[in-house]
């Protein structure tokens, strides 16, 4: 799968880089969708309220996350939908540590 930055690059943007972690910050408008791309282990900070649909293989689920939520993100492969009537706006610690995707759906927005 690919960096979600080269597959959604109207939607992701790197806003900062060193040898140690890369964030990404993650815009979208009701009903924009990403392709499949990756993440390593990651920390997500939700700065809007939001509605997804994420899809990892042949599992779908629904997510509802409010503003000001920190959580962690194992690696993973997914795309990602916003289903709701609000914007989404997310920024991404991603570790560059190894760290293999698990194939699980978690929190994230995409």
Same mark, same amino acid.
């Given at each position: 799968?690919?960096?979600?930055?080269?597959?959604?690059?109207?939607?992701? +943007? &790197?806003?900062?880089?060193?040898?140690? /972690?890369?964030?990404?910050?993650? #815009?979208? *408008?009701?009903?924009?969708?990403? =392709?499949?791309?990756?993440?390593?282990?990651?920390?997500?900070?939700?700065?809007?309220?939001?509605?997804?649909?994420? +899809? &990892?293989?042949?599992?779908?689920?629904? /997510?509802?996350?409010?503003?000001? #939520?920190? *959580?962690?993100?194992?690696?993973? =492969?997914?795309?990602?939908?916003?289903?709701?009537?609000?914007?989404?706006?997310?920024?991404?610690?991603?570790?560059?540590?190894?760290?293999?995707?698990?194939?699980?759906?978690?929190?994230?927005?995409?």
């Amino acid at each position: 799968m690919s960096d979600p930055v080269e597959s959604n690059p109207s939607l992701y +943007s &790197v806003v900062f880089e060193n040898e140690r /972690v890369r964030v990404l910050e993650y #815009r979208d *408008a009701p009903g924009d969708s990403t =392709t499949p791309h990756t993440h390593p282990d990651t920390v997500m900070i939700t700065l809007s309220g939001f509605d997804r649909r994420l +899809s &990892v293989g042949d599992q779908v689920r629904e /997510v509802s996350l409010e503003p000001g #939520r920190a *959580a962690w993100l194992p690696a993973q =492969t997914h795309a990602g939908e916003n289903v709701g009537r609000t914007e989404t706006h997310v920024m991404f610690v991603e570790l560059k540590e190894p760290g293999s995707p698990s194939g699980e759906a978690a929190l994230g927005p995409d």
